[in-house]
């Protein structure tokens, strides 16, 4: 299958401070990529979908100045978490797809996130 | 919308143990698409399977197997002779298409813990 590198891992980071999360297809090109949110023993929650050249589509309850997504190749989207607070300490997980093809969703390993 | 349920936070069994994961879903589309992921405790998601709403034949991978039953919105999954190695969040998703450029409605999950 495709493979999508997620990448940091892991992040602590200070309250106030802004984290870059990227999100990379390394074997194909990912027209559409998702960002999905997950909270401790919880779902995921689909936070944004992100095309490449063009504006990320914003879940309802998502704040897109607070999570700001940018994907302006065919390989990597990022999103960084701007003025982090400790509520927003998360686990992030991508998907990327290079279109409506009859295929799984190849998602990347995830970042966990911890605001301290 | 689209709402996937698993009533079943956590089950735990003695190793060898069958065990079942339940899930039920909803959508008003005539066309969908189910999936199984597992979710180890390092956070990756891994791909189990995936079912079109048109094909209800049960599905069998090695100690895997998967039950689709239309008439109840079910796609339930059960794990033959459980081993510790199976231990992990299991999540049922639905998407419109099942293709990769689709975004996952997931459930909540069901935490299985396999005990020796």
């Known amino acids: 299958g495709a493979v999508v590198s997620q990448h940091p891992s892991w992040v602590i980071c200070k309250s106030g401070t802004s984290v870059k999360i990227e999100c990379r297809s390394l074997d194909f090109q990912a027209t559409t990529m998702f960002w999905y949110r997950q909270f401790p023993k919880q779902s995921l929650m689909l936070m944004a979908t992100s095309n490449e050249g063009s504006k990320a589509t914003y879940e309802q309850g998502v704040e897109k100045d607070k999570f700001l997504i940018n994907h302006a190749s065919l390989t990597l989207s990022t999103l960084t978490v701007t003025s982090a607070h400790p509520e927003d300490s998360s686990f992030y997980i991508c998907s990327a797809s290079w279109g409506l093809t009859d295929t799984e969703a190849f998602f990347g390993q995830g970042t966990r996130l911890t605001v301290v | 919308a689209q709402k996937v349920t698993q009533a079943q936070t956590e089950i735990s069994v003695v190793e060898k143990e069958d065990v079942t994961l339940d899930c039920v879903y909803e959508t008003r589309d005539t066309t969908y698409y189910l999936f199984w992921y597992k979710q180890p405790p390092s956070g990756e998601l891994v791909f189990l399977i995936r079912?079109?709403?048109?094909?209800?034949q049960n599905e069998i991978s090695g100690r895997y197997s998967w039950n689709f039953q239309k008439s109840t919105s079910s796609f339930n999954f059960t794990i033959t002779a459980s081993q510790v190695v199976d231990s992990a969040v299991y999540f049922c998703a639905l998407s419109e298409t099942g293709s990769s450029g689709d975004k996952l409605t997931f459930g909540t999950g069901t935490r299985l813990a396999v005990r020796p």
């Open positions: 079912r079109n709403s048109f094909d209800e």
